[in-house]
Nanobody, 128 residues
Framework: QVQLVESGGGLVQVGGSLRLSCAAS????????MSWFRQHPGKEREFAAA????????YYADSVEGRFAVSRDNAKNTIYLEMNNLKPEDTAVYYC?????????????????????WGQGTQVTVSS
């Protein structure tokens, strides 16, 4: 069983920065992707950013491209989401997800159904 634990959320002003962390435990081999999704109040969960484990390739939603950066620390089995120039529309619960199935790429890294494990979420609130 894999556990994902997010941290780093909080309240920040418009234009500010936050760094989220997601630590994975229980299994790291055969991981294909780790990603960040977010869910705005009353809306469906949406893709934000992803990193491919084997070569660190990164993927971003258009809404965060150029402002967010996803990275990983192999030794700690942890990924990070550096969020800069935050906007009120970035206010959401941010979830970490991990994909272990080789079909993840075929399903699509931006699709929530590609992922096998999810964290509990961390709230990010951007105030104006």
């Amino acid at each position: 069983q894999v556990q994902l634990v997010e941290s780093g959320g909080g309240l920040v002003q418009v234009g500010g920065s936050l760094r989220l962390s997601c630590a994975a435990s229980g299994r790291s081999f055969s991981m294909y992707y780790m990603s960040w999704f977010r869910q705005h109040p009353g809306k469906e969960r949406e893709f934000a950013a992803a990193i491919r484990w084997r070569d660190r390739s990164t993927y971003y939603a258009d809404s965060v491209e150029g402002r967010f950066a996803v990275s990983r620390d192999n030794a700690k089995n942890t990924i990070y989401l550096e969020m800069n120039n935050l906007k009120p529309e970035d206010t959401a619960v941010y979830y970490c997800a991990a994909a272990f199935s080789p079909t993840a790429q075929a399903v699509g890294v931006r699709m929530s159904r590609a992922y096998d494990y999810w964290g509990q979420g961390t709230q990010v609130t951007v105030s104006s």
